[in-house]
């Protein structure tokens, strides 16, 4: 069975630029995540959907950062515009909704922004 | 403020030596999950323990959860160079919500 896929998996651009990270869940999955994760701070939920509607976004940095999901198998998150202490490992897990649920992570996507 | 204190942060030991990572917390879960992440792949879920005083085994890995759902402990026996890894703990606060530990990042040597 196909994971939680992430792209791209590596991201390379200039502060000011506009970033847009993508996220397929696993199929059936009605939870998603975003997180971030960096040396300093671990691994930090931005934004938490459930059935496609974002629940939670207490955790996004600031008004640069925007999350979507407009169907069960497709989310974005983007950056605009981005700044150096954006760089960090980007992830997305799926999970089903309800309690002791594991989430299952994709292999991130690693930004860079110069 | 972390809510979830991973100890130790950091183990390097030789293969076939026993260990023990912790983690605590001054707020009751209902349940904890521990991870293991390795370089460029996200977290892959281990176990879930859900009742106190639960223990669990994978193998040589042994994971307990305290009888007052507050702290977990992951016991290795007779590591392998295959255990090195970041291991996390999560405890889940809600549905949906964990509170991640900031991981121990364990090395076995050959």
């Known amino acids: 069975d196909a994971g939680v896929i992430q792209s791209p998996r590596h991201e390379v651009t200039e502060m000011g630029q506009e970033v847009t990270l993508r996220c397929k869940p696993i199929?059936?999955?009605?939870?998603l995540f975003w997180y971030r994760q960096t040396m300093m701070r671990g691994l930090e939920l931005l934004i938490y959907?459930?059935?496609?509607?974002?629940?939670?976004d207490s955790g996004m940095p600031e008004d640069r950062f925007s999350a979507k999901m407009p169907n069960a198998s497709f989310s974005t998150l983007k950056i605009q515009p981005s700044e150096p202490r954006d760089s960090a490992v980007y992830f997305c897990?799926?999970?089903?909704?309800?309690?002791?649920?594991?989430?299952?992570f994709g292999d991130g996507t690693r930004l860079s922004i110069l | 403020t972390q809510l979830l204190e991973q100890s130790p942060q950091f183990l390097s030991i030789q293969e076939g030596e026993n260990l023990t990572v912790y983690c605590n917390s001054s707020?009751?879960?209902?349940?904890l999950q521990w991870y293991r992440q390795e370089p460029g792949e996200g977290p892959v879920l281990l176990v879930t323990?859900?009742?106190g005083g639960e223990v669990k085994k994978l193998k040589r890995l042994t994971f307990q959860f305290g009888d007052a759902r507050k702290d977990s402990s992951l016991h290795i026996t007779a590591a392998q160079p295959g255990d090195t890894g970041l291991y996390l703990c999560?405890?889940?606060?809600?549905?949906?919500?964990?509170?991640w530990g900031a991981g121990t990042k364990l090395i076995i040597k050959p």
């Open positions: 897990a799926s999970s089903y909704t309800g309690g002791s649920q594991p989430q299952h």
């Open positions: 199929s059936g999955h009605n939870s």
């Open positions: 959907f459930n059935n496609n509607v974002p629940i939670d």
């Open positions: 707020s009751v879960f209902s349940s």
């Open positions: 323990v859900v009742t």
């Open positions: 999560a405890g889940e606060r809600s549905n949906y919500q964990l509170i």
